[in-house]
């Protein structure tokens, strides 16, 4: 069988679309700190999770290599969604969750990630281990550690590894059509941390075992996270907190332009051409209906992004581009009427 990081011609042809249909699903998307990437050496991805499917496009958005991804365990179950996924590049990652007996099988999944970076293509790992749609930090897993710390052992003296925090901040968790932002921190030299690290302590007489450069890139990696997005450390206080930082958003978070287009005017420009939008509506209608209905059953609202995000990529080819311009104002209009209202009700999702 193919490693999984090998190139795969259908697999590469599809990419350029399925990238401009994730530039597209959003107003504007900022890519900050792509120089803050590592050229020489293996490198693993790090962001923060907030927003299922669509975290993973944003990173793979990134630059236009290839990379590997992992997911929950559990969407493996079906023998033919494990082989769609594992052709999109996603390999199973348990959870402890999920068992003490399961985690075990994890070994797998590592050794493959560890060839993965081996070969020089990035890896992608969100070390939260579960989605949350709130601008603060879950506790770390201990996997992406494992990996790095495996892949340092066997290759680290060919080249170094790298741990890159990645801040994704979204405009609106629930729907599309809005701002991103991808802040790419600097990397952690695993391989410099680490003999950096066990030189310190062995020069004060103390034994470096794994648990404790587990538990010291955790710390590392945890404050860089934090740094990459608009960090609310307090659940309890976290309204509260958060519109503070809305009020004065910090550096890179405060880059996004005004609204260019008033929601007036393309209320005006829905009028004018209302023959071709109707033509439209009319043609669309059907599939935008099995959308909502999609939708409708997507119980975890934090899913209807990415739900819809791959129902565009799916249906899109079908409307020929020919509808699209309606849809676009269409989005765009309610995107406008959306934000008068948050305006007036700061509490309106």
């Known amino acids: 069988m193919a490693k999984i990081q090998e190139r795969n011609k259908l697999y590469a042809f599809l990419r350029p679309y399925v990238d401009w249909m994730f530039r597209r699903s959003y107003r504007e998307i900022h890519y900050i700190g792509r120089e803050n990437i590592p ?27 290839q990379k590997v991804f992992v997911a929950r365990a559990d969407i493996f179950r079906n023998p033919k969604q494990a082989r769609l996924l594992r052709w999109l590049k996603i390999m199973p990652m348990r959870r402890m969750r999920d068992g003490a007996s399961e985690v075990l099988h994890n070994d797998d999944t590592e050794n493959k990630a560890i060839d993965t970076l081996h070969d020089g293509v990035p890896f992608c790992i969100l070390p939260e281990g579960r989605h949350r749609p709130m601008h603060s930090l879950l506790p770390l897993g201990k996997g992406i550690f494992r ?37 790419i921190g600097k990397p952690i030299n695993v391989t410099e941390f680490v003999k950096q690290y066990t030189e310190q302590h062995t020069k004060d007489g103390e034994e470096v075992n794994r648990p404790q450069l587990i538990l010291a890139l955790r710390e590392e990696l945890t404050q860089r996270m934090r740094e990459q997005i608009m960090w609310v450390p307090d659940d309890e206080h976290y309204e509260e907190n958060f519109a503070k930082l809305q009020a004065n958003p910090p550096a890179p978070f405060n880059r996004f332009p005004q609204h260019r287009i008033p929601h007036w005017l393309l209320f005006i420009i829905l009028v004018l051409l209302s023959p071709l939008f109707l033509v439209s509506a009319i043609v669309t209608i059907p599939l935008w209906a099995m959308w909502l209905l999609i939708r409708w059953k997507v119980k975890d609202p934090a899913f209807h992004n990415s739900v819809q995000y791959v129902w565009q990529v799916l249906i899109m080819p079908l409307n020929l581009f020919i509808t699209m311009p309606f849809w676009i104002f269409l989005q765009e209009y309610v995107y406008q009427v959306r934000q008068l209202r948050k305006s007036d009700n700061p509490n309106v999702a």
């Open 39 to 65: 050229t020489d050496g293996a490198v693993i991805f790090a962001p923060n999770h907030t927003n299922a499917l669509c975290d993973a496009m944003a990173i793979l958005g990134i630059d236009r290599r």
């Open 147 to 183: 990996i790095a710390l495996r892949a340092n052992d066997e290759f680290g003296k060919e080249k170094p590894i790298y741990i890159v925090p990645v801040g994704l901040e979204y405009g609106d968790y629930y729907h599309l059509w809005n701002s991103l932002t991808v802040n």
